[in-house]
T-cell receptor
Framework: GAVVSQHPSRVICKSGTSVKIECRSL??????MFWYRQFPKQSLMLMAT?????????EQGVEKDKFLINHASLTLSTLTVTSAHPEDSSFYIC?????????????????FGPGTRLTVL | KNQVEQSPQSLIILEGKNCTLQ??????????LRWYKQDTGRGPVSLTI?????NTKSNGRYTATLDADTKQSSLHITASQLSDSASYIC???????????FGRGTSLIVHP
């Protein structure tokens, strides 16, 4: 299957600082990437949809000025948590959607990254 | 409203035993249904995909079933192993959106 990487895998920062998380599709070009947040024992919650070359679409309740998303290339999307606070501590997961038709032989499967554990002190 | 409900929320079984996880959905029109396994601290990994015409599909010790009429799916795990301990997430695509609907997952713990 397709490979999606995230960096860093784990980050600890002080309250008030900004943290950038990278999501890369390693063997395919992804015009669409998704960013999720997951709290302990909860399912994935979609934060935003990132489209290459255009502004991200944010889900209701997600502050676009706090969670900055940039999808500058077909293989890279970044999520920046600005002025992080302890309540932003969570597990952030990205996924990438391969373009039609090459890798979508199994339907609209999203390939997930390994996740980034953010802890804000 | 597109919804995916999973049961049980959590499950504890002994190594070697079988178990079945349930997924009910209201997503319409239906496109496909996937079961993902998510190990703690990792991203989800796809186990199976079920389309409308498929009733059952196996992937090793994992067997998924789909009843599109009743909008129900199950994931059966045979001869469980300690490494099966994870969260199992049911994800349904369709409903007029390319963004799928996620269930809350079933947390499975396999004890020796």
């Amino acid at each position: 299957g397709a490979v999606v990487s995230q960096h860093p895998s784990r980050v600890i920062c002080k309250s008030g600082t900004s943290v950038k998380i990278e999501c890369r599709s390693l063997d395919f070009q992804a015009t669409t990437m998704f960013w999720y947040r997951q709290f302990p024992k909860q399912s994935l919650m979609l934060m935003a949809t990132s489209n290459e070359g255009s502004k991200a679409t944010y889900e209701q309740g997600v502050e676009k000025d706090k969670f900055l998303i940039n999808h500058a290339s077909l293989t890279l999307s970044t999520l920046t948590v600005t002025s992080a606070h302890p309540e932003d501590s969570s597990f952030y997961i990205c996924s990438a959607l391969p373009p039609l038709p090459q890798k979508r032989e199994s339907g609209n499967e999203q390939f997930f990254g390994p996740g980034t554990r953010l802890t804000v002190l | 409203k597109n919804q995916v409900e999973q049961s049980p929320q959590s499950l504890i079984i002994l190594e070697g035993k079988n178990c079945t996880l349930q997924c009910n959905y209201t997503v319409s029109p239906f496109s496909n249904l996937r079961w993902y396994k998510q190990d703690t601290g990792r991203g989800p990994v796809s186990l199976t995909i079920m389309t409308f015409s498929e009733n059952t599909k196996s992937n090793g010790r994992y067997t998924a079933t789909l009843d599109a009429d009743t909008k129900q799916s199950s994931l059966h795990i045979t001869a469980s192993q300690l490494s099966d301990s994870a969260s199992y997430i049911c994800v349904v695509s369709g409903g007029g959106s390319y963004i799928p609907t996620f269930g809350r997952g079933t947390s499975l713990i396999v004890h020796p």
